[in-house]
């Protein structure tokens, strides 16, 4: 059986973080995400009357690419994605990662030279689009939390499936004060730094393009920031 899990998550995606309809077709890029519930989105992308196109990616396969890839390699690759990210409406992406180092000995050359040739494609997608992007709950991701696997999982899905509606209006208040201040002073151990974000505005983020969500961000007033800042948490990109 099904967890009841996959088609809470796959209904909160189709439903209410691209609200999709009739009419629509929808891009789901799934990259080493179970089959279960891969088959969960597509039928959830289906009843709301949307037609789902299915790009399922492993990142093992995605590693060897890329250690070959070159400029006529990606500018064909380019060409291709922005044609059929130019069919759809919405797309929602779900990355999972058995090993969340796979690609740390690919070149960082090639890497950005990736990226950077693909850059059109990712700014379409983020303009032009109803989307959202989320991670699949991994044992890496449970071990890099110092949690059991199990425990992770019930966590994440806990947090992926909450109820987003009720999150936008508790958001409200804090998000009009943010847009109301000037100097912030954020202070911890290790940590002092003081910065402007009078003018910046406010954003709640509240599960329309990143799930799990629930901040309201805001950026520094360019050269307003200053003092010390102390990080106690490593992070990976691409590999790294």
């Not at 799934?30 to 790009?55: H, K, M, N, Q, W």
């Not at 922005?82 to 797309?91: I, L, N, S």
């Not at 943010?178 to 002073?185: L, P």
Request: glycine residues 6%; proline residues 5%.
């Amino acid at each position: 059986m099904t967890d009841p899990r996959f088609r809470k998550l796959a209904t909160l995606l189709t439903e209410y973080s691209t609200s999709l309809k009739k009419g629509d077709r929808v891009l789901l890029d799934l990259i080493d995400v179970p089959d279960e519930f891969s088959v969960e989105l597509i039928r959830a992308a289906r009843a709301t009357g949307a037609t789902p196109l299915v790009e399922v990616r492993h990142t093992r396969v995605s590693r060897e690419t890329l250690r070959g890839t070159n400029h006529k390699h990606a500018g064909l690759v380019c060409d291709i994605e922005m044609f059929r990210m130019k069919k759809v409406q919405a797309y929602v992406a779900i990355r999972g990662s058995h090993n969340a180092s796979e690609t740390s000995d690919v070149p960082s050359g090639l890497m950005a030279l990736y990226s950077k040739t693909l850059r059109p494609v990712l700014n379409y997608r983020v303009n032009k689009t109803r989307w959202c992007v989320l991670r699949w709950p991994t044992p890496s991701m449970a071990q890099a939390a110092n949690m059991s696997t199990e425990a992770f999982e019930d966590f994440y899905f806990d947090v992926c499936t909450m109820d987003y509606r009720r999150m936008a209006r508790a958001m409200v208040p804090l998000a009009n004060r943010m847009k109301k201040a000037d100097r912030v002073q954020l202070k911890a151990p290790g940590t002092d730094l003081a910065f402007s974000i009078k003018g910046i505005g406010a954003q709640p983020c509240v599960g329309l393009r990143n799930i799990p969500d629930g901040e309201v961000f805001s950026c520094p007033v360019k050269h307003s920031v200053n003092g010390v800042i102390q990080f106690n948490t490593p992070t990976i990109y691409s590999g790294v």
